[in-house]
């Protein structure tokens, strides 16, 4: 039997952001949670991935497998990424270990720990978006032995509740799971935010409790600018650090 009611810090989308990285654990240490899981996505677009990787690895993270992950280990190619995003993921690959490489090869694309579900994108599909209720409505039907499951992909902090044969949207700080409910959560990005708050983004799940939080924190975003601008790859992945976008 594993361990019960255990409290998670849940984080997704770091894409080889090491700054925005190591602040976000810094922070999360500093709050002293049981298990940290991310849903993802620990490379691509930034400067750092291998850096971000042996973190990964050295700190045992319980993590799934991502879309930029997938094309960055050769588990596949990025034809339907964007020019930029392709160009950032075949650097990607060329810069990784040997180790890293087998890392992110052997993740899987989704996890049941305790009660809860992970995927990068969707239970459905792990490349799919949920950006809107009724795309969340298809996922709930999937829901089988989890009330709650962790997404990430879009890089926006949102949740999805289903109560009642219905399912509708919130981006509260805060949130009770309670009841019958089914909950999708989105953590947001710690290395890449798209809401428009450049600031890291995560949560944390007090399983006992049964309650989620979500935090932003500021990092060094100039200091990963630079590095992505001294690797070569394309400025705007630098520029949109510092939009959220």
Known sequence: ???????????????????????????IDRMGVDRIVCLGDIVGYG?????????????????????????????????????????????????LTEENRDFLFSLPHQRQIEDFLIVH??????????????????????????KTCFFGHTHVKVYYVYSHGRAEVFTDDEVELTGENLYLVNPGSV??????????????????EKTIKFFRLEYDILTAQEKIIAAGLDNRLAYRLSMGM
Request: proline share 5%; with cysteine; glycine share 4%.
């Open 1 to 27: 039997m594993g361990l019960m009611f255990m409290n998670y810090a849940i984080i997704s989308d770091i894409h080889s952001n090491l700054e925005a990285f190591e602040r976000t654990l810094f922070e």
């Open 47 to 95: 400067a750092s991935p291998n850096e971000c990787l042996d973190i990964v690895r050295e700190r045992q993270l319980t993590s799934v497998i991502g879309n930029h992950d997938m094309v960055a280990c050769g588990r596949g190619e990025p034809f339907n990424f964007n020019p930029i995003a392709r160009d950032a993921a075949l650097w990607t690959r060329n810069e």
């Open 121 to 146: 994108g969707a239970i459905s599909d792990p490349d799919l978006y949920i950006f809107s209720s009724s795309e969340a409505s298809i996922e709930f039907n999937l829901m089988v032995k989890a």
């Open 191 to 208: 290395g890449q935010p798209r809401d428009r708050d450049p600031r890291a983004s995560f949560l944390i799940y007090q399983h006992d």
